[in-house]
Nanobody, 125 residues
Framework: QVQLVESGGGLVQAGGSLRLSCAAS????????MGWFRQAPGKAREFVAS????????KYGDSVKGRFTISRDNAKNTVYLQMNSLKPEDTAVYYC??????????????????WGQGTQVTVSS
């Protein structure tokens, strides 16, 4: 069983930055594709970014392109989401997810088998 634990969320002013981390345990992290999703109150879960198992392929949601960067450290079993130029509309609970197939470019939540509990990101205007 794979466990995912997010950290790094918090309150930040618009224009600021945060880096989220997601630590994995209980599986073969280096073989998994990883994704970040977010969900704001009253809205559907939204794809943010994904990265293939070997980190050679990344994909971003249109609303975060050019501002967010996904990366991974397979030696530390951790995936990161660097968020810059944050906007109030980025406020949401951010979730990391693991896809055991490892294939890149997965953008649908149903493609991921394991999920973390989420970390709150709040951007004030």
């Amino acid at each position: 069983q794979v466990q995912l634990v997010e950290s790094g969320g918090g309150l930040v002013q618009a224009g600021g930055s945060l880096r989220l981390s997601c630590a994995a345990s209980g599986g073969t992290f280096s073989r998994y594709a990883m994704g970040w999703f977010r969900q704001a109150p009253g809205k559907a879960r939204e794809f943010v970014a994904s990265i293939s198992w070997y980190a050679g392929n990344t994909k971003y949601g249109d609303s975060v392109k050019g501002r967010f960067t996904i990366s991974r450290d397979n030696a530390k079993n951790t995936v990161y989401l660097q968020m810059n130029s944050l906007k109030p509309e980025d406020t949401a609970v951010y979730y990391c997810a693991a896809d055991t197939t490892g294939w890149p470019y997965k953008v649908y939540s149903d493609d991921y088998q394991y999920w973390g509990q989420g970390t709150q990101v709040t951007v004030s205007s």
